[in-house]
């Protein structure tokens, strides 16, 4: 089946936030005397915030905690790293009729503006925000989908945790995976990518 649209997630595959993260993590950890350590945190990334703060055991403030973590990114936005090409793959894309899309764990407003300061300028964006559930949940593939008309099989969607993975599998989309994110593919289980400029390589393979 040929691949028609390339989807990809944002952190870790389309930029570097990892440090951002932390800061944020590390702030509201200090306002709210939260005890668990970014490293906690990080384990889950990937996960819509709720959730990762469910996992960790975090049950109260979370709103408040949620709010402040975002609000704290947005003012070191400049702090975050954009990964080679990451703006380039989207014209390479669209230039050879295949449709783009961001599917995120990141609330609508910073993966926004994050989009906008890297000019990440996908056909379609879905966060959290626009669906019940996120990540691996299906909600947010089969929104797209909707707003697309396109199969699952012809969606080839790019991630770089084992979130995206199960996501992907859950949705029957193609799945390649960023080995230069923030897991590695310690198993050897996924086709992998080392740069963004290996997409095209892979699409024609996959063709």
């Known amino acids: 089946m040929k691949i028609k649209s390339v989807v990809f997630d944002l952190d870790g595959v389309l930029v570097n936030s990892l440090d951002v993260m932390e800061i944020s993590w590390n702030s509201?950890?200090?306002?709210?005397?939260?005890?668990?350590?970014?490293?906690?945190?990080?384990?889950?990334?990937?996960?819509p915030f709720?959730?990762?703060?469910?996992?960790?055991?975090?049950e109260e403030n979370q709103d408040d905690i949620r709010n402040d973590y975002f609000g704290f990114a947005r003012k070191n936005i400049n702090k975050i790293e954009q990964y080679k090409d990451s703006s380039k793959i989207f014209q390479i894309l669209n230039n050879n009729g295949i449709a783009t899309g961001i599917i995120t764990s990141k609330n609508s407003k910073?993966?926004?503006?994050i989009c906008k300061k890297f000019e990440l300028f996908a056909d379609e964006i879905i966060t959290p925000d626009d669906v019940i559930k996120g990540k691996p949940n299906k909600d947010s593939?089969?929104?797209?989908?909707?707003?697309?008309?396109?199969?699952?099989?012809?969606v080839l969607y790019v991630g770089d945790m084992e979130t995206d993975y199960i996501f992907s599998k859950n949705m029957g989309f193609n799945f390649l995976f960023a080995n230069y994110g923030y897991a590695h593919n310690k198993s050897n289980q996924y086709d992998t990518i080392d740069?963004?400029?290996?997409?095209i390589n892979k699409l024609r393979i996959i063709q």
């Open 141 to 154: 593939g089969l929104e797209y989908l909707k707003r697309t008309g396109f199969k699952s099989n012809e």
């Open 28 to 47: 509201v950890k200090e306002k709210y005397s939260v005890n668990q350590s970014f490293h906690s945190y990080a384990k889950y990334i990937g996960l």
């Open 50 to 58: 709720l959730e990762i703060l469910k996992k960790i055991g975090i």
């Open 110 to 113: 910073n993966t926004n503006l």
């Open 195 to 199: 740069n963004l400029m290996d997409i």
